[in-house]
């Protein structure tokens, strides 16, 4: 392999390791936008979104351009295929925290809500699993991505929960159900963002093992 396409390769892993560090800080600035009330910090993540689009799109491009036009051999395509699949993952996660962001940002403009339900909570799991799926990317770390991949019904059992005290929130008060619906939503994001966490903890697998696990017991 030529030294001009081996820095490409290690290029493509700097900026998904960039991307998967934007995607962890704004998906937390989002909760703490709900959890401190912080329309500004809202507004930020929405801002900072665009960053993330753009560095999906490169990584996109630099992994069609290398398999285009160098032919790569097995390892590299897998690592190719997986860095590609994996930005999309870190894309949707992203937009995941714009989703409570903006939430965030309509609740802070009413009365505060006497509760938020778990979401602080399943923040925390979904953080925790987001950072371990790419830590497993990084140390290669097959054992830590079936971990997270486990971890998956927590985060289901969590949002259940979530919705249940967000009923009989609206039951006590219905003044209160628009706000609530609002919880509702961002219970859902959590939810839908550690599903994205747990497909990067799959492709990591996929990506040192060789092995594809998304329709497995292993997977499930």
């Given at each position: 392999m030529s030294v001009y396409w081996e820095q490409n390769l290690v290029e493509i892993r700097e900026q998904l390791l960039m991307m998967s560090g934007l995607t962890e800080?704004?998906?937390?600035?989002?909760t703490r936008a709900l959890i401190e009330r912080d329309e500004h910090l809202a507004d930020l993540v929405e801002t900072q979104d665009e960053e993330i689009d753009e560095l999906e799109k490169s990584i996109d491009e630099r992994v069609i351009t290398y398999i285009s036009t160098h032919g790569p051999m097995a390892r590299d395509c897998r690592f190719l295929i997986t860095a590609s699949k994996v930005a999309s993952e870190l894309e949707r996660i992203?937009?995941?925290?714009?989703?409570?962001?903006?939430?965030?940002?309509?609740?802070?403009?009413?009365?505060?809500?006497?509760?938020?339900?778990n979401i602080p909570l399943m923040a925390s799991?979904?953080?925790?699993?987001l950072r371990q799926s790419l830590r497993a990317f990084v140390e290669r770390d097959t054992d830590l991505a079936l971990e997270v991949i486990g971890r998956d019904k927590i985060v289901d059992a969590?949002?259940?929960?979530?919705a249940h005290d967000v009923e009989l929130a609206i039951v006590a008060d219905p003044s209160t159900t628009a706000?609530?619906?609002?919880?509702?939503?961002?219970?859902?994001a959590l939810e839908r963002a550690v599903d994205h966490a747990t497909n990067i903890a799959e492709e990591v697998f996929y990506l040192y093992k060789g092995e594809d696990i998304r329709h497995s017991k292993l997977g499930v």
């Amino acid at each position: 392999m030529s030294v001009y396409w081996e820095q490409n390769l290690v290029e493509i892993r700097e900026q998904l390791l960039m991307m998967s560090g934007l995607t962890e800080r704004n998906l937390g600035q989002s909760t703490r936008a709900l959890i401190e009330r912080d329309e500004h910090l809202a507004d930020l993540v929405e801002t900072q979104d665009e960053e993330i689009d753009e560095l999906e799109k490169s990584i996109d491009e630099r992994v069609i351009t290398y398999i285009s036009t160098h032919g790569p051999m097995a390892r590299d395509c897998r690592f190719l295929i997986t860095a590609s699949k994996v930005a999309s993952e870190l894309e949707r996660i992203a937009d995941q925290a714009t989703t409570i962001a903006r939430r965030s940002r309509d609740l802070t403009r009413g009365p505060a809500l006497k509760s938020l339900a778990n979401i602080p909570l399943m923040a925390s799991e979904v953080q925790a699993m987001l950072r371990q799926s790419l830590r497993a990317f990084v140390e290669r770390d097959t054992d830590l991505a079936l971990e997270v991949i486990g971890r998956d019904k927590i985060v289901d059992a969590e949002y259940k929960d979530a919705a249940h005290d967000v009923e009989l929130a609206i039951v006590a008060d219905p003044s209160t159900t628009a706000r609530e619906l609002h919880i509702l939503t961002i219970a859902k994001a959590l939810e839908r963002a550690v599903d994205h966490a747990t497909n990067i903890a799959e492709e990591v697998f996929y990506l040192y093992k060789g092995e594809d696990i998304r329709h497995s017991k292993l997977g499930v």
